[in-house]
């Protein structure tokens, strides 16, 4: 399985990033993806993340109504839109899937990740 990150970047407090992610390796939709992030200091915690097999979606409480994240089936890319971004919202920010939606939403450790993108907002 692999994670192929893209997006991230630099951006002042209120503004705006995409992140995207390229799953492969996967045999069937039974699994769920989305991001967690980690800055320094700080425990990881999971962002955002959408169950392939229903489109169930989860988001932390602090970036609900600012993340929202979607698929596009036809390239096979899972989305993150980045919103009213906040300094808070510095981190590295992993692409992750898990074989069980449930261990998303319950912030378990993840089955596979890729390499991490940055995410910096400056004030």
């Known amino acids: 399985v692999q994670l192929v990150e893209s997006g991230g970047g630099l951006v002042q407090a209120g503004g705006s990033l995409r992140l995207s992610c390229a799953p492969s390796?996967?045999?069937?939709?039974?699994?769920?993806i989305g991001w967690f992030r980690q800055a320094p200091g700080k425990e990881r915690e999971r962002v955002s993340c959408v169950a392939k097999s229903d489109g169930s979606t989860y988001y932390l409480d602090s970036v609900k109504g600012r993340f929202t994240i979607s698929t596009d089936n036809t390239k096979n890319t899972v989305y993150l839109q980045m919103n009213s971004l906040k300094p808070e919202d510095t981190a590295v920010y992993y692409c992750?899937?898990?074989?069980?939606?449930?261990?998303?939403?319950?912030?378990?450790?993840?089955?596979?990740r890729g390499q991490g993108t940055q995410v910096s907002v400056s004030l």
């Open positions: 390796g996967f045999t069937d939709d039974d699994y769920t």
């Open positions: 992750a899937a898990w074989r069980l939606y449930a261990d998303c939403v319950i912030n378990y450790p993840h089955d596979h």
